[in-house]
Nanobody, 126 residues
Framework: QVRLVESGGGLVPPGGSLRLSCAAS????????IGWFRQAPGMEREGVAC????????YYSDSARGRFAITVDKWKNMVYLQMSVLEAEDTAVYYC???????????????????WGKGTLVTVHS
């Protein structure tokens, strides 16, 4: 049974940093791609970053590139999102998700994902 559990969200001031974690079970991150998505109030869910297991490539949204970094610990079956230089516009519920594909060649649309965690709230506010 596929399960994804996010953690690490919280309140952080503008310019601050935060690391989100996602514990995966029921499948292995060594063989399957995984991504981080977010949904701000009143907005559609959007992709932030993803890791392609088949080739190790990572992909980022324009807003995340240069500030966020996705990493995978295949031994622990965990995926992380290190976020820095946070802005108020980064406030959202962050989710990890997968469609169990082995790899992606771009940041996928949220509608293509099949398995989701419940999310963790990140609030950027002074």
């Amino acid at each position: 049974q596929v399960r994804l559990v996010e953690s690490g969200g919280g309140l952080v001031p503008p310019g601050g940093s935060l690391r989100l974690s996602c514990a995966a079970s029921g499948f292995t991150l060594n063989d399957h791609a995984i991504g981080w998505f977010r949904q701000a109030p009143g907005m559609e869910r959007e992709g932030v970053a993803c890791f392609s297991a088949s080739d190790g490539h990572t992909y980022y949204s324009d807003s995340a590139r240069g500030r966020f970094a996705i990493t995978v610990d295949k031994w622990k079956n965990m995926v992380y999102l290190q976020m820095s230089v946070l802005e108020a516009e980064d406030t959202a519920v962050y989710y990890c998700a997968t469609d169990l594909a082995s790899g992606w060649d771009h940041l996928p649309q949220s509608g293509a994902m099949y398995y989701w965690g419940k999310g963790t709230l990140v609030t950027v506010h002074s």
